[in-house]
């Protein structure tokens, strides 16, 4: 079923959507399980089941191209390694080795840091009239325990948080722009990842440089060196952007 019902429009960038966009979803779940935006071509899934068994269904839905109509349109050049725009089996087998961070022992490893850093951030603030949840919170913590996953040193931590979102900014009202020919790149990393391969430690990035698995041609290998950049670059990037944006969710639902 499509909408024909021009009252009813959802436009990504229509930034005043954005304040309180639930009536417009609830109308789009009522009425348009499929929507379609003639204007901005594309589709979309606006029920919970429709949407789950869409992300199960890869050999109709791809991954291949990302979930973000910028970068769908652009059609860039995805480097290799993306693993968030990869379709099985490429996307299980790298999806695996990335598995390997969050585990049940490396979240025990740094929970009680991770608590402390908390404290450390809210501490100021007990008594205070107000705090920014986003920015004294969300901006800090997911950099933080990000960083202690993949080892990155607290004095990367920073300048890597705001690169990422410098990449993700658009302005507002107005589409993400979108390199073709340089869609994503993880250069930033190159210097530390080769540090860590001769100074090893308990961290991600150690284990993914020696880890070995068996790729979709069947050969038993180590991630090369550009893939292994890459691999640092996303997590590094969901982890910061991703994450903080949760949070600030969090902190509107709690005040809700």
Same mark, same amino acid.
């Given at each position: ?8 429009? =959802? ?13 417009? =979803? ?23 089941? $429709? ?142 990842? $080769? ?62």
């Amino acid at each position: 079923m499509t909408v024909t019902d021009e009252q009813l429009q =959802y436009d990504p960038y229509t930034i005043e959507k954005h304040e309180d966009p639930h009536e417009v =979803y609830r109308r789009m779940r009522d009425d348009a399980p499929l929507y379609r935006n003639e204007e901005k071509d594309f589709w979309a899934l606006t029920r919970f089941a $429709d949407v789950e068994a869409a992300f199960k269904d890869f050999e109709r839905f791809s991954s291949a191209h990302g979930n973000i109509l910028e970068v769908i349109k652009a059609d860039p050049e995805i480097p290799d390694g993306m693993f968030i725009n990869e379709d099985p089996p490429e996307h299980t087998i790298h999806r695996a080795l990335v598995a390997r961070a969050f585990t049940p022992r490396r979240m025990r490893e740094i929970e009680d840091k991770i608590r402390a850093f908390c404290i450390r951030c809210l501490e100021p603030f007990e008594g205070a009239d107000r705090f920014d949840f986003v920015t004294d919170l969300g901006n800090e913590l997911p950099m933080r325990a990000i960083g202690m996953l993949l080892g990155i040193p607290e004095s990367m931590q920073a300048a890597e948080r705001d690169r990422t979102d410098r990449r993700l900014h658009s302005d507002p009202g107005t589409p993400m722009p979108v390199r073709r020919d340089r869609y994503f790149t993880a250069e930033q990393f190159a210097e530390y990842v $080769d540090w860590r391969a001769k100074n090893p430690s308990d961290d991600l990035v150690t284990e993914l440089l020696n880890v070995e698995f068996t790729d979709v041609a069947g050969v038993t290998r180590r991630l090369t060196r550009d893939e292994l950049l890459i691999f640092v670059g996303v997590i590094a990037g969901a982890g910061f952007e991703t994450t903080g944006r949760l949070i600030g969710w969090l902190g509107r639902l709690l005040g809700d």
